[in-house]
């Protein structure tokens, strides 16, 4: 017998033994029902399937949510009550597809292939729950679970899954310490959240009133103030702005080629080579970035891209997907996926904006159009070239409205990294406390 299957957990310190989940919790599966009763109508009670519970939630869209429209009186036992824990027992996401029942989710059923776990005397279910939601649960489900056709996990799966035997006081203070942390990563997972649709809508102002530098506000509206506004090929715009095209405002919109050998000839030092997986709204991804050799980028060095160019995704899943090339990371490669646009005297503000412009509705809705009933998702030069910019005809107003995005930016990116740092404490102290490396305090 695997190790992974008799000891979960890994080697446990002398103060803790292995406790079989299925001896230890009031286990339940659903019972079959009769489909014919189904509904999509929002008639009934809601049906507990697989597809409804992933990572934690239940998830209930308009798409994926069924009901049992029919008498409930004989199926007490399977209705189910909250902090109930849900198990979904087949599929892709075997092993992910776990859940605490809440309030809102209820009044619910309990289905077939469905377990549910419930609360007893000698084990906290929050406990279990933190026990599921471990790596240690994935790695014990990717050695039973069948392969054959759907995957799957068995009633005794779930039943034989072996866990640290905390005392119940060391159980809730564990499910209490990490039920604090996901308090944390939702909060501030809120607050990114609201951020971002904060900055939708400022960029939805920025780019069609501007700010009038007198007052430092946004123009007045054209409802408020049309003589301050003109019409353009993209709306309504003050009327001191000017409609340019990315050729009005580049000296070069070129890309990469990807050199000679492909993954073969990529390096863990040396230049930086950029494609598409590192270009990302707003900034790079760099935690998977690949790196030439001087010489390869001798031969590449017509696409090398410098400080302040404006990067772009132009074929792919990942199209539009743009960003300004940050100062500092020294000499920089692309691919042919990646587009870069230089202006001619360039200025970290100016492509700033540009690059906002694009990620905004204004240039996804170019792409869009220019993309609509084709068989591949792509952009050429010429295209790229003909996208139009609002674009105010003072500098001054570019760097405030890029001063505001920028700040904007940082507050989410704050709490990205905050999110991030939850994250890893979390799974580091679920590693420590349930296997009873750290002490309980």
């Known amino acids: 017998m695997s190790n992974i299957i008799k000891e979960p957990f890994g080697k446990l310190p002398e103060d803790l033994v292995y406790i079989d989940v299925g001896s230890n919790i009031d286990f339940l599966t659903g019972p079959t ?23 934690g939630k239940m998830r209930w869209g308009k798409n994926n949510t069924q009901y049992w429209n029919d008498d409930i009186s004989s199926l007490e036992k399977y209705q189910l009550t909250k902090n109930d824990l849900v198990i979904g027992m087949d599929g892709s996401l075997v092993g992910r597809n776990y859940a605490l029942v809440t309030k809102e989710d209820l009044p619910c059923l309990l289905v077939q292939r469905v377990a549910r776990l419930r609360n007893n005397n000698s084990l906290d279910i929050r406990y279990l729950y933190y026990a599921i939601a471990s790596d240690y649960w994935l790695n014990y489900v990717d050695v ?18 072996s866990i640290p035997k905390h005392s119940i006081k060391n159980q809730k203070k564990i499910a209490k310490i990490l039920t604090n942390i996901d308090q944390l990563i939702k909060n501030t997972q809120e607050l990114i959240d609201k951020h971002t649709s904060i ?54 919109v070129g890309s990469g080629v990807t050199p000679t050998g492909g993954s073969e000839i990529y390096k863990s030092e040396g230049v930086m080579f950029l494609r598409s997986q590192n270009i990302i709204f707003d900034s790079l991804k760099l935690d998977d970035v690949a790196y030439i050799d001087d010489s390869i980028h001798e031969s590449m060095i017509s696409s090398e891209v410098f400080a302040y160019d404006v990067l ?27 587009c870069a646009i230089r202006f001619s005297k360039p200025k970290k503000e ?29 952009l050429n030069y010429q ?35 905050a999110v ?18 750290v002490a309980v305090s």
């Open 420 to 437: 991030n740092k939850y994250t890893l404490l979390k799974k580091g102290l679920m590693q420590d406390l349930l296997t009873g490396k």
């Open 383 to 417: 295209q790229l070239r003909s996208f139009l910019i609002p674009w105010p005809k003072n500098s001054k107003e570019i760097d405030a409205i890029t001063e505001r995005l920028v700040s904007i930016d940082l507050k989410i990116d704050k709490n990205v990294d």
């Open 312 to 338: 772009i995704n132009i074929t792919g899943a990942s199209i539009g997907r743009c960003c300004c090339l940050p100062n500092g990371l020294g000499p920089v490669n692309t691919n042919q996926h990646v």
């Open 199 to 252: 900055k939708q809508g400022m960029m939805t102002d920025l780019f069609t009133r501007g700010i009038d530098l007198t007052t430092g506000q946004l123009r007045p509206s054209i409802e408020q103030a049309p003589h301050l506004y003109k019409e353009t090929e993209l709306g309504w715009v003050p009327r001191d702005w000017d409609i340019k095209t990315i050729n009005d405002l580049a000296v070069r």
């Open 350 to 378: 100016d492509s700033i904006y540009l690059s906002k412009v694009l990620a905004s509705y204004i240039g996804q809705n170019q792409i869009y159009t220019l993309n609509a009933g084709g068989n591949r998702e792509g």
């Open 33 to 55: 029902f009769d489909s014919t009763k189904f509904n999509t109508e929002e008639l009934g009670t809601r049906l507990s399937r697989g597809i409804n519970i992933t990572r």
């Open 144 to 161: 039973v679970k069948t392969n054959s056709g759907i995957p799957h996990i068995s009633n005794g799966d779930i039943k034989n899954f």
